[in-house]
C-alpha cells in the first residue's frame, strides 16, 4: 500500500470513528452506567436509547434491603431534582432536550422501595410454640439424651394443640 492509501485510510478510519461516535452519542444507543452522589447517597443507574433503565436503578445494593430502599428513595429525589433543575434552565444544545426528557420520565414514573425494620412487639404465643419447638428439636440434633427428648416432644406437642385451637371455629 502507498503512502498515500495508508493516509487515506487512516482518515476515513477517523472519520467514520467520529461520526459512529456523534450517531452513538445522539441515539445513545449504548448502555452507559451511572454513580451520582445524592443527598450523601451513591445512586447507581443504567440508561440507554435516553430512558433510565429501571432495574438498574441502585441495583448494587438489592441484597441489603434497608440500604437499597434508602437508595431508591434518593434516586427518586435525584431524578425530581435532575428534571426540575433542567425545566428552570433551559440550554438549546440538542443534548438538553434528551436528559430533560430522560430524567422527568425517571421522575413520573420511578417507584422507590420503602423498607423499614422494627420490633413486631410481643410475639404470640403460637409463634413462641413454634420457636421452642425448633430450639428443641436443634437441639436433639446435636445431643440425643432423653430429657432433650421429652423436652422436645412436651414443646412440640404444645405447638401443635395451639396450632390444632387456632384452625378449629
Known amino acids: 500500500m502507498d503512502l498515500f492509501a495508508m493516509i487515506f485510510a487512516s482518515y476515513l478510519e477517523i472519520v467514520s470513528g ?18 451520582v452522589k445524592h443527598d450523601e447517597q451513591e445512586v447507581s443507574f443504567s440508561h440507554q436509547i435516553w430512558k433510565i433503565k429501571q432495574s438498574s436503578v441502585c441495583e448494587n445494593d438489592k441484597q ?6 434508602k437508595c431508591t428513595q434518593a434516586a427518586k429525589s435525584l431524578f425530581n431534582a435532575s428534571c426540575q433543575y433542567l425545566q428552570a434552565n433551559p440550554k438549546t444544545h ?18 422507590p422501595v420503602n423498607a423499614a425494620i ?7 404465643k403460637l409463634k413462641t410454640a413454634k420457636r421452642k419447638c425448633s430450639m428443641a428439636t436443634i437441639a436433639l440434633m446435636d445431643n440425643d439424651k432423653q430429657e432433650l427428648r421429652s423436652a422436645r416432644k412436651k414443646a412440640c406437642d404444645n405447638y401443635k394443640k395451639l396450632l390444632e385451637a387456632q384452625k378449629s371455629p
Do not use: F, H, P
Not at 21 to 33: C, G, L, V, W, Y
Open 18 to 35: 467520529s461520526v459512529y461516535q456523534q450517531m452513538s452519542d445522539r441515539m445513545d444507543t449504548e448502555i452507559q452506567a451511572m454513580i
Open 64 to 69: 441489603n434491603a434497608l440500604k437499597y430502599s
Open 94 to 111: 440538542w443534548k438538553y432536550q434528551k436528559l430533560k426528557n430522560m430524567y422527568c420520565n425517571a421522575a413520573l414514573s420511578y417507584q
Open 118 to 124: 422494627s420490633w413486631s412487639g410481643k410475639e404470640d
